[in-house]
């Protein structure tokens, strides 16, 4: 029993000075990471994040600008025609149910706070449409709050890659990488590492050749799914020290 507690023990540790490297590179490689999408206030940060499911940051940058001209705010939101907000965020998919969902919390703000977007994970997640992911995106970039790691299709492939996780379940990714991380960094890793898989780590042709992580991703050069093999990235070593990046 000793020998299995200190084989637990160092496998943790090298899990956590993998994930604190990974860290390190993320913000070498981009300084000025921050959230793409277009937004002024907390409650149209809200919004765009509810719309961005399912749907790139591009695409819905493309629609908000006339969506906010129109509706501003929680206010102009709860009271609007619903077949407006339809008609004006259709081409991010899922139009019915996200413009019903951005309505009715937009109803619930008004209601229950007051006017204003919660600062709380536990009351942001009563809103209609808003699970964790949408929760850490509003608190820590409309409010500067570090209350978990987003985990979007960005980062939940990258984990994987580099072995930081055997779960699938995004909420279970979560705590995972909450425990390898410093709480302030919880969403400079989400960031950077969704920049990163945007630009170098795709879903289907990563470009290792080019990636300031190779050296430390155990799946370096793979483009199968890796589902099957996370128990064995999972165990994978560091390796070997590298030259400083200048």
Known sequence: ??????????????????ALEILSRLKQMYPDATCSLN??????LLVATILSAQCTDERVNRVTPELFRQFPDAAA???????????????????????????????????????????????????????????????AH????????????????????????????????????????????WENWSIRLIYHGRAVCNARNPCCDRCWLADLCPSKGWTKDLTKDRAKLISAPLSPPIVPLV
């Open 1 to 18: 029993m000793p020998q299995t507690s200190k084989r637990i023990s160092k496998k943790q540790a090298s899990q956590k000075q993998r």
């Open 39 to 44: 937004y002024e206030t907390p409650v149209q």
């Open 77 to 139: 939101l709860s009271g609007a025609d619903l077949d407006e907000i339809i008609n004006l965020v259709r081409s991010t998919g899922f139009y019915r149910n996200k413009s019903k969902n951005i309505q009715a919390a937009c109803r619930m703000i008004m209601t229950e706070f007051g006017g204003e977007v919660p600062q709380h994970m536990e009351e942001l997640l009563k809103l209609p449409g808003v699970a964790r992911k949408t929760a850490n995106v509003v608190l």
């Open 142 to 185: 409309a409010y500067g709050i570090n209350a978990g790691v987003t985990v979007d299709t960005h980062v939940k492939r990258l984990t994987h890659r580099l072995g930081l996780t055997q779960e699938t379940d995004p909420v279970k990714i979560e705590q995972d990488l909450m425990k390898l991380l410093p709480q302030p960094d």
